[in-house]
């Protein structure tokens, strides 16, 4: 999922501040773009306009870059939330968590999620990163559940906050498979009517 995190995720870009803060941004970017196991220290480096040499003292290992990624994700979605939480009303707010979604579909079509996609090649690893990508994952899916039970749906918040999350997952998947950011932008105006329908 993307956070622009607008809403779930944008791309995250390198942009001047510390050469943590760079090396943490483009560990993001490039790991969307290229993939984990394709991904070198030296890509993320060359990403973050910082010499290779540099990065060793923030990052010893590509590991702690992923780390380093997936917190980029969890501050992205807690800016993202706290956004969302401005708005007036939870229909407003899961219709904007939406929007947020379709306006990325042009990047998920080249790149797919970048929640979901680095969740589906850490699951592959047997180092707990999944673990905490899961984290991370479980406060965007909590937070719908909330936006639902305040719609009233206390019996099946949960269930409903599964098929938003679902829905996404698997637009994501077919939009970047088939490269067409136009399935993204269908099943958003669907899910927003779904949306409308339960309030």
């Not at 991904?39 to 590991?63: H, M, W």
């Not at 990508?133 to 599964?162: C, I, N, P």
Request: aromatic content about 6%; hydrophobic content about 40%.
């Amino acid at each position: 999922m993307t956070y622009s995190e607008s809403a779930e995720p944008s791309r995250p870009k390198a942009k001047p501040g510390s050469k943590r803060e760079r090396l943490t941004s483009a560990a993001a970017q490039v790991l969307h773009e290229q993939g984990v196991e394709k991904t070198t220290i030296a890509d993320i480096a060359r990403a973050a306009d910082v010499p290779l040499g540099n990065v060793y003292y923030y990052f010893k290992t590509k590991d702690q870059l992923v780390e380093a990624a997936i917190d980029a994700h969890a501050q992205g979605l807690a800016g993202l939330i706290a956004a969302l939480d401005a708005l007036p009303t939870p229909q407003d707010r899961l219709k904007a968590l939406l929007s947020g979604w379709v306006d990325q579909r042009e990047l998920t079509a080249r790149y797919g999620c970048p929640t979901g996609s680095l969740a589906s090649e850490l699951d592959k690893r047997d180092d707990g990163l999944d673990q905490t990508l899961a984290k991370v994952m479980r406060v965007l899916l909590d937070w719908a559940e909330q936006q639902f039970h305040a719609l009233g749906r206390t019996a099946d918040a949960r269930e409903l906050a599964v098929a938003l999350i679902a829905s996404y997952q698997g637009v994501s998947l077919l939009t970047n498979t088939f490269r067409d950011p136009e399935l993204m932008a269908v099943e958003g105006r669907r899910l927003e009517r779904w949306i409308d329908s339960l309030a």
